[in-house]
Antibody
Framework: QVQLVESGGGVVQPGRSLRLACAASGFSVKDFAVHWVRQRPGKGLEWVAGIRDDSSNIYYADSVKGRFTISRDTSMNTVSLHLSSPTVDDTAVYYC?????????????WGQGTLVAVSS | QTVVTQEPSFSVSPGGTVTLTCALSSGSVFSSHYPSWYQQSPGQVPRTLIYATNIRSSGVPGRFSGSILGNKAALTIAGAQVDDESDYYCALYMGHGISIFGGGTKLTVL
């Protein structure tokens, strides 16, 4: 059974960094891409970043490029998102999602989300 | 900047049929954008309904179908049920690992 579990959310001051983790089970992050999608309070879904199965390619939305870093640990079967110098505008629930490539290109499994609140 | 647009809200009567659409600011939506659709009930995690334009995800009822209508992607719910009252999001694949979500449609069934 495919499962994704996020952790690491919480309250963070503007300018402080935060690392979110996504623990995958039921599949290997070496075989599937994993992406992060966020949802600001009361707003819609926004794609944030993704890492391919072979980690050959990493992708970022313009809104986070240069500030967020996605990485993975194949030994732990996890994908992380490092938020550097977040702003109030980064306050959101962050979901990790498995992304199907190869002619399908959809998010087929979602974690339960972790809330990040950027506040002084 | 490319924007994906959905109707902000829609209403349908129980048993009725509704079609939600997904438009691309830069032009037409094609199957090569691999349109996908997600349902999100209040306080819940998004659920994948449709991918690659018209393929239903496992366990999704047959009343949900996807298509390309004109220059937009479309999600049709035939025989809507009260439980279908949710937010619906489309996503388009833009290549190079990048997906763009639409703003979502809030569907009311009453």
């Amino acid at each position: 059974q495919v499962q994704l579990v996020e952790s690491g959310g919480g309250v963070v001051q503007p300018g402080r960094s935060l690392r979110l983790a996504c623990a995958a089970s039921g599949f290997s992050v070496k075989d599937f891409a994993v992406h992060w999608v966020r949802q600001r309070p009361g707003k819609g879904l926004e794609w944030v970043a993704g890492i391919r199965d072979d980690s050959s390619n990493i992708y970022y939305a313009d809104s986070v490029k240069g500030r967020f870093t996605i990485s993975r640990d194949t030994s732990m079967n996890t994908v992380s998102l490092h938020l550097s110098s977040p702003t109030v505008d980064d306050t959101a629930v962050y979901y990790c999602a498995r992304h199907r490539d190869q002619g399908i290109y959809c998010f087929d499994s979602w974690g339960q989300g972790t809330l990040v609140a950027v506040s002084s | 900047q490319t924007v994906v647009t959905q109707e902000p809200s829609f209403s349908v009567s129980p048993g009725g049929t509704v079609t939600l659409t997904c438009a691309l600011s830069s032009g037409s939506v094609f199957s090569s954008h691999y349109p996908s659709w997600y349902q999100q009930s209040p306080g819940q995690v998004p659920r994948t309904l449709i991918y690659a334009t018209n393929i239903r995800s496992s366990g999704v009822p047959g009343r949900f179908s996807g298509s390309i209508l004109g220059n937009k992607a479309a999600l049709t719910i035939a025989g809507a049920q009260v439980d279908d009252e949710s937010d619906y999001y489309c996503a388009l694949y833009m290549g190079h690992g990048i997906s763009i979500f639409g703003g979502g449609t809030k569907l009311t069934v009453l």
